[in-house]
């Protein structure tokens, strides 16, 4: 595997690069990231600043699309007994 050429401190960092490998065009993650140089540091966080992104949710907690969608119906069946909060 190559080495990424941003910063990935953790797992939510690797996770983030590579949903935005597989949303965004490699040219303009190459773009975006020599756009960073020398103003920031390549963090994958202000690598979606300057695309203006924002990873899904179950990129950032690490869960499978189906685990989250399962969580949500979890939430609403617990509001719907009416114990629950969203």
């Given amino acids: 595997m190559e080495e990424a050429p941003v910063i990935l401190d953790n797992e939510r960092d690797k996770r983030t690069w590579q949903w935005l490998q597989s949303t965004v065009a490699a040219e303009q993650l190459e773009q975006a990231i020599v756009s960073i140089a020398g103003k920031r540091k390549p963090y994958v966080s ?10 899904p949710e179950e990129v950032r907690l690490g869960m499978s699309k189906k685990d989250y969608a399962l969580m949500h119906l979890e939430k609403a069946k617990a509001m719907l007994k009416g114990n629950g909060k969203l």
């Fill in 46 to 55: 202000n690598l979606c600043k300057i695309l203006n992104l924002e990873p």
